[in-house]
């Protein structure tokens, strides 16, 4: 087959993960946000780099079958409300109300970000459109600054009528034509509030998204890239650009681990596998129970927590990460939210960092190498970290820096595996497999596997799984997910127009995207479930057709989720990385690259040092122990065994 190649576009670093079953490359290349054309092609570059020795971006892209990409534009413009300006029209009565909106977030920064003007309000009354005053609406949204506008009406008739009246007055091939979105034809959904909101959020995103992506479309092909970049879904799937909507590019990065993890939890046997992704500024928790990842299905949107229409994996992120500021208050660590980011950055980067955090603890500990952090792209000081610990952290306590770095590392791992339990709590799901010691860790991230050992003992897990790709892991993960799209009729329209209808409908709109997508007939698969809420988690249930306009077997079902709807999903299977699933393989003992002085537990010992990228499927060991590559530092804690299995992951196990 020809090259993989997956893309993970995040806030301080873009990975890059590329495969042809034989030959495996990787980097980490840093995110430029001012311009994310320039970070996708840097990432490209370097692994044609990686991969011929030299920077060859043409042959790179012309040995590629697929390339898909996961953009971090869309979470990116949310956090920092660098959006594009939205006006919004309404049901008259509504547009104080905004459908709830008002009450939610009429006082948000966000809010007022991606919506700078008071609603219009439209009066429609049997059938008809003022249409006098829908004009007026328009230009009064228009002063306002307003790049595209969003209809959003109780129903999809209401919508149609005022649709027809623009596309009249202001036919798309106009040069001064403002788009316009109506709300039912990005989703349908019974709740106006969380579809209002939906449509105004994917317009904010869209005309900055379309811009980067076309560009880095075009980039592609001028290369030679046979098929058409796809870009990976927060639903855990892929399309075309033409055929993604904005709004479902949101929080896509993480979701290639939750992707990752479910291919994992399948080859290692895994009941429950708790996920763990540590980057510079947060870590995100998510679970994967009997090879489902546990799915909201009304995600939330920024920090504010937009409720949207769409289905997405839920995902927590707190504020513990590799730039994280730790303090001392009251005598206690405290550990985040706030995070020195990259720039300046930990006080080691050397960049004027004044603030103590746990990188600039695991680097005094001797667990990160100074001369190889990221591949050696950094070169860490040990002095700067060890002047800030004193001042911030060992004087306040009144001890020595060596015992200041151990109780932060500890602080930092309790801290990390008490939210871990928290969370699992929190989200009463049937976890039973945690009961009988089938529940695995799985870490990732540039800094999931530094401390993934001690957070692994506090939370109580029995074995710890650290990925061989991790440090790309969520990169890794795209390569799982396929082509899809996927059609949404509520409960409500179906009993009203019959099955048969909605799901000939349906199947005419997958036809469609499909064909968009160059597939022909016969090359894609279909599935029908029934999907909803169940105490707010997605819950879908194969759909079974009775007799021609029967809906009893779809309402029964319906009955027991809450925002029920029928969905169609259509489907073409791409081509997969593949998971080595050998037989137990016989243990051999690991063999040492080299030692390392490190202070474990407030005392200094040397500890044998392990190359995870050289070593064979079987080596074993124990710990205490210390695994080193270029984008990867793992420390295994005393009492826990390690084992390199045949998919080259490493797999660490508390010992009786």
């Known amino acids: ?9 995040g806030g301080s670093f873009t990975d890059a993960f590329a495969t042809d079953g034989e030959r495996v490359a990787h980097i980490k290349s840093p995110t430029t946000p001012h311009d994310l054309s320039q970070c996708f092609v840097d990432s490209l570059t370097r692994l044609s780099q990686e991969l011929y020795g030299s920077e060859n971006l043409a042959q790179l892209l012309g040995e590629t079958d697929h390339l898909r990409y996961s953009t971090t534009s869309g979470t990116n413009a949310v956090v920092e409300h660098k959006g594009s300006p939205v006006g919004v029209m309404v049901a008259q009565g509504q547009e104080q109300l905004l459908y709830g909106a008002a ?5 948000s920064g966000l809010w007022q970000s991606m919506v700078p003007g008071v609603p219009v309000a439209l009066n429609i009354k049997a059938g008809d459109v003022d249409e006098v005053a829908l004009m007026a609406g328009f230009t009064t949204l228009i002063s306002h600054g307003v790049s595209r506008i969003v209809v959003a009406l109780p129903s999809p008739e209401e919508e149609a009528l005022v649709k027809d009246v623009v596309l009249e007055r202001y036919p798309r091939h106009l040069l001064g034509a403002i788009p316009v979105l109506f709300s039912h034809e990005l989703v349908r959904d019974e709740d106006h509030g969380r579809r209002l909101l939906s449509a105004v959020v994917n317009s904010y995103l869209h005309p900055g998204m379309e811009h980067f992506l076309y560009g880095a479309e075009r980039i592609t092909k001028q290369n030679h890239l046979a098929s058409p970049m796809l870009i990976y879904r927060n639903d855990g799937d892929s399309a075309r650009v033409a055929k993604t909507t904005a709004i479902k590019t949101y929080g896509s990065g993480p979701r290639g681990g939750m992707e990752g993890a479910v291919a994992y939890a399948g080859l290692y046997n895994a009941g429950t596998m708790v996920t763990m992704d540590i980057g510079g500024t947060t870590t995100d928790i998510s679970m994967v129970i009997d090879g489902t990842p546990t799915e909201l299905a009304h995600g939330m949107i920024g920090d504010e927590e937009i409720p949207s229409s769409l289905a997405m994996g839920d995902i927590v992120s707190i504020g513990y990460g590799g730039s994280s500021i730790i303090r001392v ?5 405290l550990i985040g939210p706030e995070s020195v980011g990259a720039a300046p950055g930990p006080a080691c980067f050397g960049r004027g960092g004044t603030v103590a955090t ?7 500990a001797g667990v990160i190498d100074p001369g190889n952090y990221l591949g050696g792209e950094i070169n860490l000081d040990k002095s700067l970290a060890e002047s800030v610990i004193k001042q911030e952290i060992a004087e306040p306590l009144s001890v020595s820096v060596e015992v200041a770095v151990d109780q932060m590392i500890g602080a930092y791992e309790q801290q990390i595996a008490d939210h871990m339990k928290n969370i699992i709590d929190s989200r009463k799901l049937d976890t039973r497999p945690l009961d009988n010691d089938k529940t695995d860790m799985l870490a990732f991230g540039g800094g999931g596997p530094m401390n993934a050992n001690g957070i692994a003992e506090a939370g109580g897990f029995k074995r710890l799984i650290i990925p061989a790709y991790s440090s790309v892991f969520s990169a890794y993960g795209i390569g799982f997910s396929d082509l899809s799209h996927h059609y949404r009729v509520p409960m409500a329209e179906v009993a009203a127009r019959g099955v048969d209808v909605v799901i000939t409908e349906m199947r005419l709109r ?26 707010g988690r997605l819950n879908s249930q194969a759909y079974q057709p009775g007799a ?15 925002d029920a709807a ?30 390392a002085t490190i202070n474990l537990g407030g005392e200094e010992m040397m500890l044998p040092v392990y190359s ?23 420390l295994i804690r005393p009492n826990w065994s390690f084992e390199v299995s045949s998919n080259g992951d490493l797999i660490v196990e508390k010992q009786p």
């Open 510 to 535: 997958a036809q469609r995207d499909m064909y968009g997508e160059g597939m022909e007939a016969g090359d894609w698969n279909e599935e029908i479930v029934v999907s909803g809420a169940n105490k």
């Open 548 to 562: 021609a306009g029967d809906t009893d077997g779809f309402l029964d079902i319906a009955k027991s989720l809450d």
């Open 612 to 634: 995870l990228k050289a070593a064979q499927p079987g080596e074993a060991g124990s710990g205490p122990a210390l695994f080193r590559d270029d984008y990867l530092t793992c």
């Open 329 to 333: 208050e009251n005598g206690e660590i």
């Open 1 to 9: 087959m020809g090259l993989l190649v997956n893309i993970d576009n």
């Open 103 to 107: 009450d939610t977030l009429g006082k």
């Open 566 to 595: 029928l969905q169609l999903t259509a489907t073409h299977t791409l081509q997969h990385l593949n998971l080595t699933r050998g037989a137990k393989i016989d243990s051999k003992p690991a063999k040492a690259t080299g030692k």
């Open 358 to 364: 746990i990188t600039d603890a695991l680097l005094l």
